[in-house]
């Protein structure tokens, strides 16, 4: 099973955007870890945010206080709000949970 990232674009610096991550219904309301993640090219695969087991939420220091996890459980989606986007934030973004697979992620181009 894999997760359905989407909202991916070109935005300007200090631009924002957001990010949704559509799951089944098992996975939504499950326990277990659920995150983002980016990789840009020539990079290693990073953790950005994270909802951890018991609902703890991590950032990234990178991201801190400029991008914040939110779900919706009537559409079994979570959403990652970036504000503040820096051309470093380029990357594909990826959303995973410990129940699914690597989809193909979305791609997130912030121009200087």
């Known amino acids: 099973e894999q997760a359905v990232e989407s909202g991916g674009g070109l935005v300007q610096t200090g631009g924002s955007l957001t990010l949704s991550c559509a799951v089944s219904?098992?996975?939504?309301?499950?326990?277990?870890?659920i995150g983002w993640y980016r990789q840009a090219p020539g990079d290693l695969r990073d953790m950005v945010a994270i909802i951890a087991y018991g609902g703890t939420i991590h950032y990234s220091d990178s991201v801190k206080g400029r991008f914040a996890i939110s779900k919706d459980s009537s559409k079994n989606t979570m959403y990652l709000h970036m504000n503040n986007l820096k051309p470093e934030d380029t990357s594909v973004y990826y959303c995973?949970?410990?129940?699914?697979?690597w989809g193909p992620g979305t791609q997130v181009t912030v121009s200087s």
């Open positions: 219904e098992r996975v939504f309301n499950s326990d277990n870890a």
């Open positions: 995973k949970s410990e129940m699914t697979d």
